[in-house]
């Protein structure tokens, strides 16, 4: 991380992104960057991602999310400033919610 003040964003991925490792790619790509956070699946067919750290490894996530693993298709990621403030030491999978 850099100097710059930690920010944190919630993110709501849609599209075909369940089934096909996305929650695990996420966290390896998040943990790249050094930055704290969850992933999970969602009973509505999308994947919620909490994540907080250097806003230019944020960015840099948000970025790679769009394009995600091999076997995804991403339609839309809604981003929100309302993340909370449970953020585990390691970048974590959670069970559905």
């Known amino acids: 991380m850099t100097d710059r003040e930690p920010v944190a964003w919630r993110l709501r991925v849609s599209g075909r992104v369940q089934g096909v490792g996305y929650r695990d790619w996420t966290r390896r790509e998040a943990v790249e960057r050094g930055l704290a956070g969850w992933v999970r699946n969602r009973v509505d067919g999308t994947v919620e991602v909490a994540v907080a750290g250097d806003p230019t490894a944020l960015a840099s996530l948000r970025d790679a999310m769009r394009r ?9 990621i809604q981003q929100s400033g309302d993340a909370g403030d449970d953020f585990p030491a390691a ?3 959670r069970p559905t919610a």
Request: hydrophobic share 65%; net charge neutral; proline share 8%.
């Open 68 to 76: 995600g693993p091999f076997l995804a298709k991403v339609a839309a």
């Open 91 to 93: 970048f974590e999978i």
